[in-house]
């Protein structure tokens, strides 16, 4: 009886744990971290877009038109000289998660740009080569 008490203690343990694990699309926490309430609400903003071999600036501008918010893409072409596109389907996932896929899936930094005499509040959106 002494060995069926532990046992039975870490099934019952490991059935109740709560299941934490990340969908691979979720952006780190450190991903885009900001405590303005109005670019938290614009990060949160769902978009929705199909890409087909679209210019990654011209996929870029156009959730910054839709959402009002300075994205700067500075990403020079690829080994071949093209300029890089986007192929992708964003259906109604928030903006964060969206720059996240495609920083990831096109192996770009995005991050904060900020002004030099304001280091605290962000100016808008940089996506650039890493």
């Known amino acids: 009886m002494k060995f069926l008490l532990p046992v039975i203690l870490l099934v019952v343990t490991m059935t109740l744990r709560p299941v934490t694990a990340v969908a691979e699309s979720d952006p780190p926490r450190d991903f885009l971290p900001t405590t303005s309430k109005r670019l938290q609400h614009i990060l949160a903003t769902s978009v929705s877009a199909n890409f087909q071999n679209v210019p990654l600036q011209e996929a870029i501008d156009r959730f910054a038109r839709q959402l009002q918010l ?55 959106i940089s996506i650039h080569n890493r």
């Open 70 to 124: 300075n994205i700067v893409v500075s990403v020079g072409p690829g080994p071949d000289g093209s300029m890089p596109t986007l192929t992708a389907h964003f259906g109604r996932i928030p903006l964060r998660e969206a720059l996240f896929q495609i920083s990831r899936e096109m192996n770009l930094k995005v991050e904060w740009f900020y002004f030099p005499e304001d280091l605290r509040t962000p100016r808008a």
